[in-house]
């Protein structure tokens, strides 16, 4: 007969503080800098960009930019 190990409860993690982490920030302002500079280029452009191009132009900056990023010292996890 086998015997069953019982599942061991997992520990949960959160932020040490409310404030969103460095990299999350730093990426959403540079999905807003995209979104701006489309909207600006497409005012001069005679043919203006997609939104499909507009939304991988923002996903690809926002990653690289959110990556390349290093996190700030308060951005620590604690265990909840």
């Known amino acids: ?16 503080t409310p404030a969103p982490a460095r990299k999350v920030a730093v990426g959403g302002i540079a999905g807003a800098v995209v979104t701006v500079a489309v909207f600006v280029l497409n005012h001069y452009l005679t043919t203006p960009i997609s ?10 900056l926002s990653f690289a930019v959110s990556y390349a990023v290093p996190p700030a010292p308060t951005d620590q996890v604690v265990e909840a």
């Open 51 to 60: 939104a499909d191009v507009a939304a991988a132009m923002t996903m690809i």
């Open 1 to 16: 007969m086998e015997s069953v190990q019982m599942a061991q409860p997992q520990t949960s993690f959160k932020h040490a």
